[in-house]
């Protein structure tokens, strides 16, 4: 919830914590680094009925959030919570890239998610109709080569797929454009060209 968010924004400052935000139409966002640098993006959704769409694309923008109102519905309207609230989830991740064109390839055409926007110097794709499940930017890494794999970073990633068949036809997509990967039973592991390893995983919608 909004509240939710604004009792985590009263946490972080009392924590001393610098913290970035962004307003994107589609959610309001804070920003930090955990202590190994990695970036951390703490956002609540708006509600989908006030997202607004052009083309098939979703609107969305870096605007300035209202933090004075964010901080003031925290102390007024959330529930008291020492531990994240059940519910809260992974809504989405951000990966940098090299290429746009290239990033569109594999995750559009191969894996077949949605393309939902092009941003300056990012591209964001989802399934089902959300805003993004996942971002790709060229912000810091525009013209960058496959990580090294013995470099710190995140190990893997896993996309869930609701039937075997959907499974079936990613590999099909796979093996069409010669995409090296290693099949295990209902699960595929194959890395983007920028060597991030995603765990491709049939699990029905209902066990999730």
């Known amino acids: 919830t909004r509240a939710d968010l604004g009792r985590e924004l009263l946490r972080l400052v009392s924590a001393n914590l610098q913290i970035g935000q962004g307003d994107h139409l589609v959610s309001e966002a804070l920003y930090l680094s955990d202590p190994d640098g990695n970036g951390l993006e703490l956002y609540r959704d708006r509600p989908r009925d006030t997202w607004r769409w052009s083309k098939g694309e979703v609107e969305m923008a870096t605007d ?6 964010l901080a003031e519905e925290g102390a007024r309207d959330a529930e008291p919570w020492e531990v994240i609230p059940a519910g809260t989830r992974v809504g989405h991740i951000h990966l940098q890239i090299g290429d746009i064109k290239e990033a569109e390839h594999f995750y559009h055409t191969i894996l077949g998610f949605d393309v939902v926007c092009h941003y300056p110097g990012a ?16 912000w810091h890494s525009r013209g960058a080569q496959p990580t090294p794999a013995n470099s710190a970073g995140l190990q893997n990633y896993m996309v869930t797929i609701p039937t075997r068949e959907g499974l079936l036809e990613v590999k099909e997509r796979l093996v069409a454009h010669k995409v090296p990967f290693e099949e295990l039973e209902d699960l595929i592991r194959v890395n983007d060209p920028w060597n991030n390893q995603i765990l491709l995983k049939v699990q029905p919608a209902r066990a999730l």
Do not use: E, K, Q
């Open 123 to 138: 591209l964001f794709v989802s399934a089902g109709g959300y805003h993004h499940h996942i971002g790709l930017n060229t």
């Open 64 to 69: 300035p959030v209202d933090i004075r109102g």
